[in-house]
């Protein structure tokens, strides 16, 4: 029932560049972190980690609509976004996010956190305009390497009509301390799915494919 | 953010687009990755202790949703129920230390998926899970991989295969 979906594409850039990477570091003081999720559990443990990270300002939510009129409200620096957020989910708050023309919270990082790792879900992430998948269960490692690669890989975003938001065509060039896989990340799978789960290397790597001619 | 090119043949704008956050986070000043890590880690440690408390809470009310669904009521309300109980579980298991504990929510959360989909219900298939998350909240269980307790993991493929192939 396993399998390795594998875009070949990252793997090489990862471990060329995982030297280059280590040495980077992500400054998170007074950058306003709003990490949405109904769990208040896990909401607080983001929070702890945040904290570990250096970051000063962290507010949550618990429902979508909550984001959004937080969003609506004042300026957020990066979203955290469980993508089974009540009622709306994570991908439609994305859609709305990037596509509400005046609302200077437009361009925002967005970081889908979700447990459904298929890659036909991780490519609607991707298509809603989020900027990463980051898989549950979250290790402190996995959510700081997304951060810091969403802080130091620039991408140029995409105004078409059917589409706003981050360049889907991407290359993943490491993470800092050349963290690929997680052992604990993958997603289990007991029983036919519509799709096999990835873990987070193929998530990331899905990501890249685009640019690689593969998606 | 400015203007970068211009495609008119297809309407497609591409721009480049700096954030607060990219600018802020390339900062000096920042934590390193490591000592970054080793913070974080130890600051969820400290929610350790009363994760016990959490857990036995979650699995509390999970029995209790179980045993009304048992009872009668309204289907669809206590699948939600339930299953909003076991992502829980599942979403932070692994991260408190449970990789076990996230393995049997998550098949409890493809069985509660499966008949929220039209498969038929099966009380047990969904009580033999949350005995099985009762276990793996005693200590000789706690961090225990998946492929350690071969014997539970192939019975709770069982139940979900089950699950599965049994029509509404």
């Known amino acids: 029932m396993n399998r390795v979906l594998c875009f070949a594409s990252g793997q090489p850039y990862r471990e060329a560049n995982s030297q280059r990477m280590a040495t980077h570091s992500i400054n998170l003081r007074d950058l306003v972190v709003l990490v949405a999720d109904s769990s208040s559990y896990l909401s607080t443990i983001i929070h702890r980690m945040l904290r ?46 990037r596509r509400k023309v005046d609302n200077e919270n437009r361009t925002i990082p967005i970081l889908l956190m979700s447990s459904d790792t298929r890659e036909t879900a991780v490519k609607q ?80 790597n899905l990501f890249s494919a685009a640019r690689m001619g593969k998606d | 953010m400015s203007d970068d090119k211009n495609n008119n043949e297809d309407n497609v704008r591409v721009f480049d687009v700096e954030t607060t956050f990219q600018k802020y ?51 669809r309300g206590w699948i ?16 408190m230390g449970s990789e076990l504990l996230t393995y049997i929510a998550g098949s409890l959360c493809s069985v509660l998926d499966q008949m929220a989909a039209g498969a038929k219900f099966n009380k047990e298939s969904i009580s033999c899970h949350v005995d099985a998350l009762f276990l793996a909240r005693q200590p000789q269980y706690r961090g225990l991989k998946p492929e350690q307790v071969p014997e539970l993991i192939a019975g709770l493929r069982q139940v979900l295969e089950h699950v599965s192939t049994s029509p509404s």
């Open chain 1, 52 to 97: 570990g990270f250096g970051a000063n300002k962290i507010m949550e939510c618990r429902t979508s609509v909550e984001l959004l009129q937080t969003l609506t409200d004042q300026k957020i620096d990066v979203l955290l976004c469980d993508a089974n957020l009540p009622p709306l989910g994570g991908l439609m708050v994305t859609q709305m996010i």
């Open chain 2, 80 to 95: 939600d129920t339930i299953n909003n109980h076991a992502r829980q579980l599942r979403d932070v298991g692994t991260t």
């Open chain 2, 25 to 75: 986070a390339r900062r000096p000043g920042g934590v390193p990755r490591d000592r970054a890590i080793k913070y974080a880690m130890s600051r969820v440690d400290e929610l350790k202790p009363e994760f016990d408390d959490w857990l036995d809470k979650e699995l509390q009310a999970l029995a209790e949703s179980v045993r009304r669904a048992e009872e009668g009521h309204e289907a």
């Open chain 1, 125 to 204: 992430a991707r298509d809603a305009g989020a900027n990463m998948v980051i898989a549950k269960p979250i290790s402190p490692a996995s959510l700081y390497d997304r951060l810091a690669w969403v802080a130091l890989t620039p991408r140029q975003f995409v105004d078409a009509p059917t589409y706003f938001g981050p360049d889907r065509r991407f290359k993943i060039e490491g993470y800092p301390g050349g963290v690929g896989r997680r052992k604990g990340d993958n997603a289990t799978e007991v029983a036919e799915e519509a799709g096999p789960a990835l873990d987070q290397g193929d998530i990331d």
